[in-house]
């Protein structure tokens, strides 16, 4: 019992740091510009293909750092040409095109790389194990997205609060007329932000995508979770995408793991009842249904979400 | 201005373009006979049902949804469900009137998932509307009773009971029953426009401040009308249970949801039959194009941004925008300046399919060598020539389309000065 909680917990707190490495582009697009982008895990899905492609020729250590440059500047290239265009005609447009790309960049990825996944692999250097539990191993890889999560979280809430460009973006979201009228160009700064954002969710594209498999589905499976997140931690807020992608990573991971139903424990206190009726659902079915409950939930009783500070 | 107090002639205008849809409706099996495409019609009727019950919340409340495929697919659904029963002899129903219980249906979630997410409006109902939607279709894994399962729902149209002597076998019988229910939910639909209801949804969507101010309650008349859309969403999902007698979990899915902001955005959201255009449009590039090519959701998706960033008001907003030109007698002064655009236009259209086109052959086919079809030319997909070509071909057109584009906007220009000019003579 003791063993499976803590690898539950191991596991949890991996997949939503592997949530927030997502989350915290997204809700820092969110907060500089006050655009969802719907399409941010298709640039997390590019990321990985691009790190595939170069780490064909310089290796992993190459893609790591090249990959999110190239989705960055991917990113910089789509609010340039594409949201600055829609930004006049209001939130709701912008919405409509960034849903528009995910179906683009999907296909597109398609187009490129293939149908099937492509075989990128876990770097030799960081294929060892780092610890053992229970007679269960625990390999390095795990233990340096956790710590590439950390870093990227300490690095971005640093940028933000301790720089002079953290300033300015913070600044122009509040005030966009003014930090224009002491001649900085705001309009660039939205590009740079847009950019930096998906450059993000590159990074996490390039540390997912051998962890899990590359394939053109990736984007899918993690698109709406992602959205819970940064819905369920509040818009804009670090922080709250923080504490949302571990609550998440948490719950699906300790339900799945739940192989019972609330009428066996009903049944282990004495009380019978039918294994037919809702009650009688495997628990561990609930998973995949839990996040959005939550995003439910706490959109109607309190839509700016954990810790965001103000509604949509 | 309601339906009662149209002049006269406005009136007959209405009812005589009612008249000629059902006409079209009745004649079109007869122009095109081949069970493929009785079939694509048939599928077109049950997407304008849906297309429009979308654009009730889209078009004229200002709701964006992520998740309306729920009250088609769980309509859908109870359809089936209804049908089954009838067939295993535990209820008596006629086939005619099934699309009610998918309605029914439609309406008792529209009523349960409104109260909780008409409450708020904006980018938070579009959220709590694409949580929903996430959730059910998770959901379709815990009540496999209901659903189906990965295999979904199944059942047989063909009922003893029904109120006509057909026995909906029959494609073009079908086909009639959806026409019929296409005609009554489109009329339904457009004089809910002219209620005050319809009027209050305006409101709400152009400045929800306001209607408050004058004593409105706001989120009483998004919850209407969402829940009303769940209806005829649901009319059309039990219309789609008729047609396919198959429901599967991802028809109450993100996917779908998505589907039919694309058909409604496309058609256009600021005219009645702006989805109806979009619907069958999406329909038939759906089945004509998926025959075609691998990349039709490429291209659908592309179509989707351009027209995002360019046309906002989609296809009927495109129309709709050329009636005071028709109407002053100006619309000659279009077509050399379209004319113009037209050629780069199809230039640009070429050079992309062939990129596309290309673009899949080198990476989906088995022989990336082997020439393939396009244009009636043969073109090989590894030669650097014929991408030369075609990155040649969308670049010129692209720069040629940005020079028309100035002078269709010049030309705007002057035509709209012109009919100044006459309206000041009046």
Redesign the interface.
């Known amino acids: 019992m003791i063993e499976s909680v803590v690898f539950s917990l191991l596991n949890g707190v991996l997949y939503g740091m592997l949530l927030f490495m997502l989350a915290s582009g997204l809700t820092l697009i969110f907060g500089m510009m006050g655009v969802l982008n719907f399409a941010h895990a298709s640039f997390y899905m590019l990321g990985a293909y691009c790190a595939y492609s170069i780490s064909q020729v310089l290796g992993f250590w190459g893609a790591l750092v090249l990959a999110p440059i190239v989705v960055g500047l991917l990113g910089a290239l789509t609010e340039r040409v594409g949201l600055r265009n829609v930004h006049k005609h209001g939130h709701v447009a912008e919405l409509l095109f960034t849903f528009g790309l995910v179906y683009v960049i999907d296909e597109l990825v398609v187009l490129v790389w293939g149908q099937l996944p492509v075989n990128y692999r876990i770097p030799e250097a960081l294929d060892f194990t780092l610890f053992s539990l229970y007679g269960s191993d625990f390999p390095a890889y795990r233990g340096f997205i956790l710590f590439m999560a950390v870093a990227m979280f300490a690095a971005i809430y640093l940028l933000l609060v301790r720089t002079r460009v953290g300033m300015i973006i913070r600044a122009s979201l509040s005030h966009p007329d003014m930090v224009g009228a002491l001649g900085h160009n705001v309009p660039r700064i939205f590009t740079f932000v847009f950019a930096f954002g998906t450059g993000l969710a590159g990074l996490a594209g390039v540390m997912a995508g051998n962890y899990f498999i590359t394939e053109p589905g990736m984007a899918f499976a993690m698109g709406p979770i992602v959205f819970v997140v940064v819905v369920f931690g509040g818009l804009g807020s670090l922080s709250g995408a923080l504490v949302a992608s571990l609550v998440i990573g948490l719950v699906t991971t300790f339900a799945v793991g739940m192989n019972y139903s609330i009428a066996d424990m009903l049944a282990s206190v004495g009380i019978a009842f039918g294994q037919d009726s809702v009650l009688g659902i495997n628990l561990s079915r609930f998973g995949p249904m839990l996040p959005y409950l939550l995003m439910v939930l706490i959109l109607i009783f309190r839509p700016r979400g954990l810790m965001g500070s103000r509604e949509s | 201005m309601s339906t009662s107090n149209l002049p006269g002639g406005a009136l007959l205008r209405h009812s005589a373009i009612w008249i000629a849809a059902i006409v079209v409706i009745i004649v079109m099996p007869y122009v095109f006979t081949s069970s493929s495409s009785i079939s694509m019609m048939s599928q077109m009727g049950v997407f304008i049902v849906f297309a429009l019950s979308y654009n009730m919340l889209l078009g004229e409340a200002?709701m964006?949804s992520f998740g309306h495929a729920v009250y088609f697919g769980l309509g859908g659904f109870l359809t089936l469900h209804a049908i089954r029963a009838v067939n295993d002899g535990a209820w008596s129903f006629p086939l005619e009137l099934m699309p009610l219980v998918g309605g029914l249906g439609g309406l008792f979630f529209g009523v349960v998932f409104g109260t909780?997410s008409t409450?708020?409006a904006?980018?938070?109902f579009?959220?709590?509307t694409?949580?929903?939607g996430?959730?059910v279709e998770?959901?379709a894994?815990?009540?496999t009773n209901f659903f189906g399962g990965e295999s979904g729902i199944s059942g047989n149209r063909v009922t003893d009971v029904t109120l006509l002597p057909f026995s909906y076998g029959p494609q073009v019988e079908v086909y009639y029953l959806i026409g019929a229910w296409t005609v009554v939910s489109a009329l339904l639909m457009f004089l809910l426009t002219k209620t005050p209801l319809g009027r209050m949804a305006n409101a709400v969507r152009d400045n929800p401040e306001r209607a408050q101010f004058v004593g409105y309650n706001t989120t009483m008349a998004r919850f209407i009308q969402f829940a009303l859309s769940g209806l005829f969403a649901g009319i059309a999902g039990g219309l789609f249970a008729i047609l396919f007698e198959i429901m599967t979990a991802p028809n109450v899915g993100?996917i779908q949801s998505?589907s039919v902001?694309?058909m409604t955005?496309i058609g256009g959201l600021g005219a009645f039959f702006g989805p109806i255009i979009g619907a069958v449009l999406v329909t038939y590039m759906h089945i004509a194009l998926s025959g075609f090519s691998?990349?039709w959701?490429?291209y659908?998706?592309?179509m989707?941004?351009l027209m995002?960033?360019y046309v906002?008001n989609g296809i009927a907003g495109v129309i709709v925008s050329h009636g005071p030109p028709l109407r002053a007698g100006l619309m000659h002064r279009f077509a050399v300046p379209y004319a113009l655009a037209f050629v780069p236009a199809l230039l640009t259209l070429a050079g992309l399919v062939a990129m596309?086109e290309m673009?899949?052959h080198l990476?989906?086919s088995y022989d990336p060598s082997r020439p393939i079809e396009l244009f009636g030319m043969e073109i090989t997909a590894t030669s650097v020539v014929s991408w030369v070509v075609a990155v040649a071909a969308f670049g010129v057109g692209v720069m040629a389309l940005r020079w028309a584009a100035t002078r269709i906007s010049l030309r705007w220009g002057e035509v709209n000065q012109a009919m100044d000019a006459q309206r000041a003579k009046q």
């Open positions: 200002g964006l909780v409450r708020r904006g980018v938070t579009a959220m709590i694409l949580g929903i996430a959730m998770a959901s894994n815990m009540f993100l998505g902001l694309l955005f691998e990349g959701i490429l659908f998706g592309l989707f941004v995002v960033m906002p596309i673009g899949y990476s989906l």
